[in-house]
């Protein structure tokens, strides 16, 4: 199939289905609250035993913060992050057990570095200073309750090794990033409909050819008003097999064009 020449007879549509779903992204995302981040990152170190070589304990390490990762991000750990003395206020969050729970977890992501014990903790908030409260509590909570969640006890120490830092612009949504996806499903769905439409069209125009019955073919030109009223052409006397094969010659003309009109159409889908 010849898709460049679909696509040239049919770029309007491209553009403009393309164009639309572009649009529908920008919306969608500017009716979004716009938010900050605010990351700290934190060390977890297994401490090393007679009976535990390094790479056991980097091991170790590494699990314990994947764990944490998942902590965090638990009604627990808010209760704490709430307790401490960093001004966030119960207030900001829903009252909705579900609600509350599901607004915690949006407003907090975590990630845990390959192959090291490093865990990084984002904090998103619509307000810079609030966003920075938050993550000062969470590496509060993480450096001196940890124990209460993986029970390692003095065997683990966590570190802050880069303290709370704020992004300076908003960075959710991002708006790139979602006119980009705009952009690439605006274009599959575009290429996939004039494609589709292009097929539908050589079925329809195949199927109209394959079912034309030359008896009861009207119009208006020349040949054909001959065919039906010229008395002297076709007497009332003339049996209806002899009507029926003179109007088949006077057609089959543009039959066979029509024939070759779609094998010529065909070929450039194919090539």
């Excluded at 008896?215 to 076709?234: I, P, Q, R, T």
């Amino acid at each position: 199939m010849n898709y460049l020449h679909i696509i040239k007879s049919k770029w309007q549509t491209l553009v403009l289905i393309t164009m639309g779903f572009v649009v529908l992204s920008l919306v969608l995302t500017l009716i979004q609250p716009f938010e900050y981040r605010s990351r700290v990152e934190l060390l977890i170190v297994q401490k090393q035993t007679y009976n535990m070589d390094a790479y056991a304990a980097t091991r170790a390490a590494e699990k314990m913060a994947t764990n944490l990762a998942a902590v965090v991000k638990t009604k627990s750990f808010f209760d704490k992050v709430l307790a401490g003395n960093f001004g966030i206020s119960r207030s900001d969050f829903p009252t909705d057990e579900n609600d509350l729970r599901k607004a915690w977890q949006k407003k907090i992501t975590t990630q845990v570095f390959p192959e090291t014990s490093i865990l990084s903790v984002n904090i998103y908030d619509k307000n810079k200073r609030e966003a920075n409260r938050i993550a000062s509590a969470v590496a509060y909570v993480l450096v001196n309750d940890s124990a209460e969640y993986i029970g390692a006890g003095s065997e683990v120490s966590i570190k802050v090794v880069n303290e709370p830092l704020v992004s300076n612009s908003p960075v959710r949504p991002n708006i790139v990033l979602n006119l980009l996806g705009g952009l690439v499903i605006g274009l599959v769905l575009s290429l996939g409909w004039i494609f589709y439409r292009s097929l539908q069209n050589v079925e329809s125009l195949n199927s109209e050819i394959k079912n034309f019955d030359p008896e009861f073919v009207a119009g208006d030109s020349e040949e054909m008003h001959k065919a039906h009223f010229d008395s002297s052409d076709l007497s009332l006397r003339d049996s209806d097999e002899a009507r029926r094969e003179k109007i088949r010659n006077i057609f089959e003309p543009q039959i066979k064009t029509m024939h070759d009109d779609l094998s010529n159409f065909e070929n450039n889908l194919i090539n």
